[in-house]
């Protein structure tokens, strides 16, 4: 099966599956689901390469670790400019709350 989104790193170009960009989507839906398509697709990308790459490794300090630290450092710089392009999209729309986001989940009972 084919991989929806294109792959520029040629390294890791013939170790992206389809299932690990599928994972890799799923990652990225986790932190939130209405990301504008340009901005998911640029984020699924740089998951499936750090998926491919943690998948891959063989030693601590091998080529696929610094790939690691390369596209993880991309992916925590892009992931606020996607969240912010979410954002401006929602405004845009003229909505007045922007949707609460958060990383953990807490569970609440009232006794």
Request: charged residues 25%; glycine residues 2%.
């Amino acid at each position: 099966m084919a991989t929806t989104y294109l792959y520029y790193d040629p390294y890791l170009l013939p170790l992206v599956t389809a299932e690990r960009e599928v994972r890799a989507l799923s990652d990225v839906n986790a932190q939130r689901a209405d990301f504008p398509a340009a901005w998911l697709e640029r984020l699924v990308r740089l998951r499936a390469y750090i998926i491919t790459c943690q998948e891959s490794q063989k030693a601590a300090d091998d080529l696929f670790s610094v790939k690691i630290n390369q596209y993880q450092k991309e992916f925590d710089k892009t992931l606020p400019l996607a969240n912010a392009a979410a954002d401006a999209v929602i405004a845009a729309a003229g909505l007045t709350e922007v949707p609460m986001r958060s990383f953990v989940s807490i569970e609440l009972h009232r006794g």
